[in-house]
């Protein structure tokens, strides 16, 4: 049962245009979500997240929207530059106690940007 | 910044051999994590732990076990190693809740 899911497996944009990522969630409880990019062979970094209190969180050329009633979130990088290309996950955690910093991952999807 | 360390990059095993995968963490986090990652999958949760000595499963428990004997250190063991446990391994670490977990560079686990 995937409780965070990104449909889409890989997506090509050219450099200087908008990426759109994209990703849907089951659980209700999910109050905090988290986007990473990765490259081969190098762990996940930690891009930018967003409390289930706003709906909207801006650091650069990154943003990510957050809409509860769809349970949709999705990262906007702009311009996309080259060195944007990675895998990039998408990650909830819930509310429970005891688990509040537990993540559940996405599949993601890899972000090419072509010159 | 946040250091997370794992003690080797690409390690080979072979089958039925206990495995040792070990990490550090340098920034007194509380908590621990101990993912897998495969293709078309994503990031999936062994093991993590909220305290020395404390642990709990994660979704893919089976066939694994860790150790935390000192807050720094988080070490994932696999008991009897098995091919299906070919994966990348990554290990990661957080302060809290709503806190992002930082994590270590991941170690290619190939068992033959």
């Known amino acids: 049962d995937q409780q965070v899911k990104q449909n889409s497996p890989s997506l090509s944009v050219q450099e200087g245009r908008i990426s759109i990522l994209n990703c849907d969630y089951t659980n209700s409880m999910f109050d905090y979500f988290l986007w990473y990019k990765k490259y081969p062979a190098e762990g996940p970094t930690f891009l930018i997240s967003i409390s289930s209190i706003k709906d909207k969180n801006e650091d650069g050329r990154f943003t990510v929207f957050l809409n509860k009633s769809a349970k949709h979130l999705s990262l906007h990088i702009v311009p996309s530059q080259p060195g944007d290309s990675a895998v990039y996950f998408c990650a909830a955690s819930d509310k429970e106690t005891g688990t509040a910093s537990k993540l559940t991952f996405g599949t993601g999807t890899r972000l090419q940007v072509t010159l | 910044d946040v250091k997370v360390t794992q003690s080797s990059r690409y390690l080979v095993k072979r089958t039925g051999e206990k495995v040792f995968l070990e990490c550090v963490q340098d920034?007194?986090?509380?908590?621990m994590f101990w993912y897998r990652q495969d293709p078309g999958l994503g990031l999936r949760l062994i093991y993590f732990s909220y305290d020395v000595k404390m642990k709990e499963k994660g979704d893919i428990p089976e066939g694994y076990s860790v150790s935390r004997e000192k807050k720094e250190r988080f070490s994932l063991i696999l008991e009897s190693a098995s091919t299906n446990q070919t994966s990348m391994y990554l290990c990661?670490?957080?302060?809290?809740?709503?806190?992002?977990?930082?994590f270590g560079d991941g170690t290619r686990l190939s068992i033959l």
């Open positions: 920034m007194d986090h509380e908590n």
């Open positions: 990661a670490s957080t302060t809290g809740s709503n806190q992002p977990q930082h």
